[in-house]
Every structure is written in C-alpha cells, then in structure tokens.
C-alpha cells in the first residue's frame, strides 16, 4: 500500500492524516487492492456492497443504466475519488448505479460497516476519518444538487449553458476542461448527443463559447456588446 501513499495524503478522505496513521487505518478497514480493464463494472445495479471504492489510477464513471443501455452519467471519478461509499454505509442497501472503469485502473475497496464501528482504543485518527467521511458524502451531495441544476433545465442550450458556468466558477476561470468527451456530457446532462453538438455549434457562431474537444473558453459579454445590441 505504501506506493499508493502519493494519492491517499491528496485525497479528501485521508485529510490531516500522516503516512503511518493512513497505512493504520487502511488496515482497519481490511483494504484489498484490485485492477479492472477499460469498459469492465466494479459495481452493478441491483447489488449490495460493504466496501467503497477509491480510484488509485485511471478513472470510473459512477452511472444509472436502463435495459435498453440508455446511460444517465451521475459523475467521473479519477484518482483520490471515492465511489459507492452511501451504499457501503447503508448495510444492506441495494445499488441503483452501477460503476464501470472508463480506462484501466486501480481500486482500493474500504470495508465502511470496519469504518463506522469504533476501534477499542478510540484513536484520534479513527475520529479524524469519521468526520472527513462526512465531508466527503457531504461533497457528493452538493455534487448531485449541481446535476440536477443543469438537467432541471428545459432546453439543451440552458443545460449546457448552466453546466459550463458551474464548470466556469468551479475552476475560478473562463478557460477549462470538463471530465467528459462528447458522449459522456450528453449521458450527463441527460440530453441527444447531435441535438447537443448542434447548440455547441451555435454558441460558438454566436460568439458565447470557443471549445476544442474538452476544452471550453466562455466569452463574458461586456456593456460594449450590450450596448450594441440595443
């Protein structure tokens, strides 16, 4: 596990923790290392799980899928990302997602239920990884509340609109790259992907956005362009 230690200290969930007292806990909570190929399921909907996943390399798209293999894409998790960890803290509760690696990657699964009952000598990192556990399903709810923002709009040009400015503010500047390729937004924001590249293509002849693959440049309008306008 000790190789591993790069990733943990950066991840939200091993915060304030030293290298020894996150080899500690790993112990703990019985973590097992395992290796999936592009395109493989770590979980399936309809399953249940006492272990959470954390992306160590590569990346997993966390998703809900009908029978007719329509994908709702609820997020990307890359390395230091936690998956699945809700369900592994209902014991019992049955999965309506389902979480596939969208390239070859590593997972360390935590046992939560090993988490979530004090250890006999109470020890203080034991107490520091309850409350980040907290903060990281907190994270994942404000996650979700976003998604539904973006879908919760009734055009495709408003979803788009909507998830870039998020996008935008999230990484404090007008140039980004998102997660997603062009398949996975649409599957995001729950919309057609030609009826989505179509808007692209309008907002950037409009003169909104200039993008390039992943990459996303929003254009803020200024008073001389709405002054202009009038």
Same mark, same amino acid.
Request: overall charge negative; hydrophobic content about 40%.
């Given at each position: ?26 112990? #703990? ?29 590569? #990346? ?58 004090? #250890? ?111």
């Amino acid at each position: 596990m000790e190789k591993y230690l790069p990733i943990l200290r950066n991840s939200p969930f091993f915060k304030g923790l030293s290298d020894n007292e996150i080899l500690s806990i790993l112990h #703990c909570v019985n973590a097992t290392v395992i290796s999936k190929e592009r395109a493989s399921y770590i979980f399936r909907a309809g399953d249940s799980t006492e272990v959470m996943g954390l992306v160590v390399s590569g #990346c997993v798209l966390v998703m809900q899928e009908d029978l007719w293999g329509h994908r709702n894409i609820l997020s990307k998790c890359h390395a230091g990302d936690f998956f699945g960890e809700p369900y592994a803290a209902s014991l019992g509760a049955v999965l309506n997602i389902s979480v596939a690696a969208d390239e070859d990657c590593e997972i360390i699964f935590l046992n939560v239920q090993r988490l979530l009952v004090t #250890c006999q000598t109470a020890c203080e990192h034991h107490q520091k990884l309850i409350r980040n556990l907290v903060s990281v399903l907190a994270n994942k709810i404000l996650i979700l509340n976003d998604k539904i923002t973006h879908v919760g709009k009734r055009t495709t040009r408003d979803k788009l609109l909507s998830y870039l400015s998020a996008e935008s503010i999230r990484h404090s500047s007008l140039s980004f790259d998102i997660p997603f390729d062009r398949q996975q937004l649409a599957d995001y924001l729950c919309i057609d992907r030609a009826a989505m590249s179509t808007e692209i293509s309008k907002l950037q002849k409009e003169g909104f956005i200039k993008t390039n693959r992943n990459h996303f440049e929003l254009i803020a309008c200024n008073e001389t362009d709405l002054q202009a306008d009038k």
